[in-house]
């Protein structure tokens, strides 16, 4: 039975310092299981000493007790056989004692059953699990926010999971995947440490390579200037795998941070846009002067003038016919992305040229055109009468989310304007 403890201890110790638990914390686990198992078969502990050797392990238990008179041992109330043992029992142990002294008795684990030592044994096997659980609980939590590597073991149609380097499990959801991820099991997959989480004591990793801090630290291992924080990333706004914009600021006047970013010939930006299934990555330097921001954010669009309204956190953006599109974007996603890039709702208008004077505002045939309808050709920078004659039923099928028939009577309604 010593045996079978003392290889139970060494176990631990061996356990314990491979995770780096220091050993007052290894002690303290010990002793707690120990003290636990006197208290099922002595009801308390407070008069125990256990003296724990995890190197070699070995382990002792002294019972210390008063001595006290034989009258006060069976005659009163205050007589506790754990802190108190009569005069008699203890001349038993050694002749020359006396009144007052105190008697340390060694308890042997034999006395203690088989039954209560294979509880202690089962009870720190589960104090060791829960001490592992919460070591990969706490070294999880200081890398959120930081990218790891895993290989993919199992793929399910809500998450795939993943395996650390220590055969930790590692969950990537399917609304943190890239849509054009692809996984193969064995595959070695990097993401950023999203949250962790303690769910019924077992601790689950959650890890993203849509959140915006991966394509962060994607920059920083790529770009030393970044690293080294000579180039500050200011915000990064993404619509993974698709696109994304990305605000940086030198804070040496030496470094242009938009080129550090990209490198020569695009050398730096290439490994990122891989890593992110050619998702489009628009680098820009960013500027305390909100309009010049605005003007780059909407990049590769060129503005022709700009209206900030603070008070209701909008700004109406005016370009020329053919710079309309090119603001807005596939399926919008320029503005979009330019919108949370400044923080502001981006509204685009067709800057009139002088011919189309006489033209008349969208926005004038609400009496006989649906709102709805006009604010979809107004995402599509098409906000008067005759910028919408002017393009072909064809591309306002393909550029607006309307029916053909409405698209139609859209037309012969505005048509009747100028007719």
Not at 56 to 84: C, P, Q, T
Not at 121 to 134: A, C, G, M
Not at 250 to 279: F, Q
Request: net charge negative; aromatic share 6%; proline share 3%.
């Amino acid at each position: 039975m010593k045996t079978e403890v003392a290889s139970l201890i060494e176990s631990f110790a061996e356990f314990a310092k491979s995770k780096n638990i220091d050993r007052p914390t290894m002690i303290r686990i010990l002793e707690d299981v120990f003290r636990t198992m006197i208290r099922k078969k002595y009801g308390a502990d407070e008069n125990f000493d256990v003296i724990i050797n995890a190197d070699k392990g070995d382990l002792e238990i002294w019972w210390m007790r008063e001595i006290v008179s034989d009258e006060f041992a069976e005659d009163s109330f205050d007589y506790d056989e754990n802190k108190h043992i009569s005069l008699t029992e203890a001349q038993k142990i050694e002749p020359d004692f006396e009144e007052g002294e105190e008697v340390a008795k060694e308890v042997k684990l034999e006395d203690f059953g088989r039954r209560v030592v294979q509880t202690a044994r089962q009870t720190l096997i589960q104090k060791v699990k829960d001490l592992e659980k919460d070591i990969l609980f706490q070294k999880y939590k200081e890398l959120v926010g930081e990218i790891i590597v895993g290989e993919v073991y199992q793929i399910l149609p809500k998450e795939v999971l993943l395996m650390d380097a220590d055969d930790n499990e590692l969950i990537l959801p399917k609304g943190e995947q890239i849509n054009k991820d692809r996984f193969k099991k064995g595959s070695t997959v990097r993401a950023v440490v999203q949250r962790v989480e303690m769910i019924n004591g077992n601790p689950k990793i959650i890890l993203s390579r849509t959140s915006p801090s991966f394509l962060e630290r994607l920059f920083e291992q790529e770009v030393p200037e970044v690293f080294d924080g000579l180039i500050s990333i200011k915000k990064i706004v993404r619509e993974p795998g698709e696109r994304a914009k990305v605000a940086v600021e030198s804070y040496d006047d030496r470094i242009d941070p938009v080129g550090a970013c990209v490198g020569m010939k695009g050398s730096r930006i290439h490994s990122i846009v891989r890593e992110l299934e050619n998702e489009n990555i628009d680098v820009i330097n960013y500027t305390d002067n909100l309009e010049l921001f605005i003007s780059r954010a909407l990049s590769p669009s060129k503005i022709s003038n700009i209206k900030v309204d603070h008070d209701n956190n909008k700004v109406a953006v005016y370009l020329k016919p053919d710079q309309v599109s090119l603001a807005i974007g596939k399926g919008g996603q320029n503005i979009r992305l330019a919108s949370k890039l400044v923080g502001m709702e981006i509204e685009v208008f067709r800057e009139l040229a002088e011919a189309e004077e006489e033209d008349v505002a969208l926005s004038e045939f609400s009496d006989e055109i649906d709102q709805w309808i006009i604010d979809e050709f107004k995402r599509v920078g098409l906000d008067t009468a005759k910028s919408i004659l002017a393009v072909n039923k064809e591309d306002l099928l393909r550029r607006t989310d309307l029916e053909e028939e409405t698209i139609d009577e859209v037309v012969r309604v505005l048509r009747q304007e100028f007719e």
